[in-house]
C-alpha cells in the first residue's frame, strides 16, 4: 500500500522560507517521479515542482520558479520542497504526489497517489 505522509508546514512571514517533506512507503521509490502541487481555498489544485525518478530532471511552475526547490532523497525515500522568498500568494494546502511512471508530469490526472497535505501560511 503506497502512502505519503507530509510534513513541514506552517506560518511564515512574506519573505521567508519553509521546508516541506513528503515521506513515501509502498513504493518502488527509485522508479517514482514525485511532484508538489497547491490549493489554496475556492481554487482548483495546482502543480507546484516535480523531479523524476533519478533527480536530475526537474520542472516548476512559473509562480515559484527562482524560489522553490525540489530535491529527493532516496536513501530516505522522501522529497522535498524548499521553500525560499515567500509570498502572501503561496498561502494553500500543499499536497506531495507520485506516479507509476519515471518521468516528471504536471497535471494532477497524470499523478497516482497522493498525501493528505499540509498547510502553509504566509502572512504579509
Known amino acids: 500500500q503506497v502512502q505519503l505522509v507530509e510534513s513541514g508546514g506552517g506560518l511564515a512571514q512574506a519573505g521567508g522560507s519553509l521546508k516541506l517533506s513528503c515521506a513515501a512507503s509502498?513504493?518502488?521509490?527509485?522508479?517514482?517521479?514525485m511532484g508538489w502541487f497547491r490549493q489554496a481555498p475556492g481554487k482548483e489544485r495546482e502543480f507546484v515542482a516535480a523531479?523524476?525518478?533519478?533527480?536530475?530532471?526537474?520542472n516548476y511552475a512559473d509562480s515559484v520558479k527562482g524560489r522553490f526547490t525540489i530535491s529527493r532523497d532516496s536513501v530516505k525515500s522522501t522529497v522535498y520542497l524548499q521553500m525560499n522568498s515567500l509570498k502572501p500568494e503561496d498561502t494553500a494546502v500543499y499536497y506531495c504526489?507520485?506516479?507509476?511512471?519515471?518521468?516528471?508530469?504536471?497535471?494532477?490526472?497524470?499523478?497516482?497517489?497522493w498525501g493528505k497535505g499540509t498547510q502553509v501560511t504566509v502572512s504579509s
Open positions: 523531479v523524476d525518478w533519478s533527480g536530475r530532471d526537474t
Open positions: 509502498g513504493l518502488i521509490y527509485g522508479n517514482n517521479a
Open positions: 504526489a507520485g506516479r507509476w511512471g519515471s518521468q516528471t508530469r504536471t497535471t494532477t490526472g497524470d499523478m497516482d497517489f
